[in-house]
């Protein structure tokens, strides 16, 4: 049994911190699928129901449908980017960790299918002049693209560290 920690801060941290003697690769992928797709439902239903909910009639100068919150632009801008980043890189831990699963396809199908409804969603809710469809989806892609370069850099890293060790340094 696990050593019952201190009553400190810093040694929860340590004890809850994943321990390859502990867990398995398995179970640590697991609570991984666990939150982030926690995190795609919470962010998609962010983005398809915005906070502050949507004007329900066409008085006063407001539209139907659209985002009352949308009104405040740049912290809708705020809540739009950062919502988006979070769904993109929740969706990215979910294509990652079930790469190679049964069924993959129709995970990723579902996925993409997600993410057109999401887009959507937000294009609806949005006033046409406010959003800019190029922030979105540079806002998408910011996780994408992090995580290729971390592996161009990795693989670039392990390539000079092979090489110095074939060359006897």
Known sequence: MAERPKNNRKSWFRYFQYDEGR???GDARNVLLIVAGLIAAVTFQAGVNPPGGVWQDDENGHHAGRAIYSYQTREFYIFLISNTVALSTSILILISLTHSFPFQFEIILATASMVVTYASAIFAVTPDDLVKFRYIFAAAAVPFAIR?????WNEMKAKVTDGEVDQGV
Do not use: V
């Not at 290729?148 to 161009?152: K, R, V």
């Open 148 to 152: 290729c370069f971390l592996q161009m």
């Open 23 to 25: 867990e398995s690769p």
